[in-house]
Structure formats: C-alpha cells, structure tokens
C-alpha cells in the first residue's frame, strides 16, 4: 500500500521553464513534507520542506505548494535548469510517539533539456 | 561534520549468502534508518533504531535485521541471499525524534545478488 503517490513517474522540461511533480497522501496524521533530490550514484538529499500548517513555502528557485484540505503537495522549479535533471522525491512523516518513519513517493524522473 | 558513511559501496553476493552492510551517522545523530531502493518500488522503508534500540519496522522478511551499537553506527544483516534483494541500500540519520526531523542520507550501498 503506498502512503504516499507521486506523479508523473518521468518529465521533461525545456531550460528556462516549470517543472512541477505532484504528490498525495491519506493519512491526516502526517506532519511534515520533505522533497529530495537525487542524483546519479548519491544518496537522497534534502531540497525543501513542509509542515501542513503552511500553505506554500519558497526557496529560491523550489516553491512547495501545500493543499491540506485535498492533502496533495506539490513542487515548482521554476526557471529548470539541466543541473535540476535529477531523480525527486516527496515524503511525508507521522511521529507515532516511539520513532520516525519517512513514507516515500516512487520518485520523478526530472530531465531538463538545454 | 563528515556525512553519512556506507560501507561497502558496492557488493557482489550469491543467492544464499548473506551480507552485512555498516552505516556511519552524521556526528551527534542517534537515530538511524535503513531504506532499500529499486526501480520498481522506489524507497522502501525497512527499519529505525534510536539508542540501540529498534523503534520501526517496514514490511520487509525476518531475513532482514539491524542493530545500532552503542556510538550510533549501525550494521544491517541480509541472510539468505535472493535475487530479488538486489538494490541500493540506504542509510539515514537525523538528530532526534520530534516533528520534521531531516534525515541525511548517505550514499548507499548497491548489492547484486546473482
């Protein structure tokens, strides 16, 4: 069962424009959103987060827009450029009381093109 | 401060065997996770251990297990090889628990089971 469904699976982006990857989740329980960036042969890296008290949160060029009602979140590069082709995932986390425990969306393939 | 380690970053095993795969956290983190990565299923989550202790399990087989000692450096175990284990695994450590704990993540170990 995935917690948390992201989309598309893959995106290709001209230089210059907006790329946007949308994630959704059911459980109201979910705390905070982070998005990661991953590059080839790298480790997951963390780009922006969250929390659902925050309709939208910026920095710099990575814009997370936050729909608590729908409990969809999405991310908005703006002015993609081919360093941003990299593989990006949505999470999100519910503090149980005995430990953390990140759900992960199955990851945008982004490809920004010259 | 020195990221998240892995070691080894790349291994070859057999069906059947088994293996074990160390991960370093960033200095002054205690809680460490392990996920496992695959095309097909993306970021799995397979367990969290706090202070030695394991906290949360995914829904991964009993052939799956971790411990944490008592620096934080934690070690997974996978017995009983099967193709199907083949994938990065990765390590993830964050400061404590708490609402919106960013986990780093290291740079994985790939395992290929033939």
């Known amino acids: 069962q995935q917690q948390v469904k992201q989309s598309p699976q893959s995106l290709i982006v001209q230089k210059g424009g907006i790329s946007i990857i949308n994630c959704a989740y059911e459980?109201?329980?979910?705390?905070?959103f982070p998005w990661y960036q991953q590059f080839p042969g790298k480790g997951p890296a963390l780009l922006i987060a969250i929390r659902p008290d925050v309709s939208e949160k910026k920095e710099g060029r990575f814009t997370i827009s936050f729909n608590k009602s729908a409990k969809q979140f999405s991310l908005h590069i703006m002015d993609s450029q081919p360093g941003d082709s990299a593989t990006y995932f949505c999470a999100a986390t519910v503090q149980p009381g005995t430990g953390n425990q990140f759900y992960f969306g199955t990851g945008t393939s982004l490809t920004v093109i010259p | 401060k020195a990221g998240v380690t892995q070691t080894p970053r790349y291994l070859i095993k057999t069906r059947g065997q088994q293996v074990t795969l160390s991960c370093s956290p960033i200095?002054?983190?205690?809680?460490v996770s392990w996920y496992q990565q695959t095309p097909g299923q993306g970021l799995q989550f397979l367990f969290e251990?706090?202070?030695?202790?394991?906290?949360n399990k995914g829904n991964f087989p009993g052939r799956f297990s971790g411990r944490q000692f008592s620096n934080s450096r934690s070690e997974m175990n996978v017995s009983t090889l099967e193709l199907g284990d083949s994938a990065l695994y990765l390590c993830?450590?964050?400061?404590?628990?708490?609402?919106?704990?960013?986990?780093?993540f290291g740079p994985g170990t790939r395992l290929l089971v033939l």
């Open positions: 251990y706090f202070s030695e202790t394991q906290r």
């Open positions: 459980n109201t329980a979910f705390d905070y």
């Open positions: 993830a450590s964050s400061w404590d628990r708490g609402p919106g704990q960013t986990q780093y």
């Open positions: 200095s002054g983190h205690r809680s």
